[in-house]
């Protein structure tokens, strides 16, 4: 194919922009340089919040190292589905949950450039929203404790 070459390119132990040279059977040197720019794999450790709701909108936390955004976009996956993130700093990244059709845990990964870090025990959990209908009683008085009663829908286990 005269449109495409494939190079391997070598362990490169330092974090670096590389010039790319590549010679042509005729003996031609083509050179771009800082072709490209080797980094430090992210290495991701843990996720806050862990659940949210289906209708997605959770902002979540991703901790860990190596984190940079300096060559190249960043971007969480849900499942699968790509959204925005924000490199806050060299160990945290944050992005919004999307929503969810269904009740479920899906595997949270980071994607930079072309590669994409994931980390087994790193997922998310959608849940129905909590709805309150009430509180009783909704008048306390402020010198003595009270148990008061929340009722509503979907108060099941959360994970945090």
């Known amino acids: 194919d005269s449109t495409l070459i494939l190079c391997l ?8 922009a590389v010039d790319l040279t590549i010679w042509t059977e005729n003996g031609h040197k083509i ?28 902002e979540v936390f991703l901790h860990g190292s190596n984190f940079s955004s300096d060559h190249g976009i ?34 949270v990964s980071v994607m ?4 994409i870090f994931t980390l087994e025990s790193l997922t998310f959990s959608y849940d129905y929203d909590i709805q309150l209908t009430a509180i009783v009683p909704d008048v ?3 010198s003595a404790e ?11 286990h959360r994970s945090e």
């Open 112 to 115: 930079y450039g072309y590669d």
């Open 140 to 142: 306390i008085g402020r």
């Open 74 to 107: 960043v971007r969480c996956l849900f499942n699968g589905t790509a959204v925005a993130a924000n490199v806050a700093s060299p160990n945290e990244i944050v992005c919004v949950a999307p929503q969810s059709s269904q009740k479920r845990e899906v595997e």
């Open 9 to 16: 390119t070598p362990f490169w132990g330092v974090i670096d």
């Open 146 to 156: 009270t148990i008061v009663k929340v009722f509503g829908n979907n108060f099941s």
């Open 31 to 58: 050179q771009v340089p800082g072709g490209f720019y080797f980094y430090s794999p992210y290495h991701l450790s843990t996720i806050h919040p862990n659940s949210g709701v289906l209708d997605g909108g959770t």
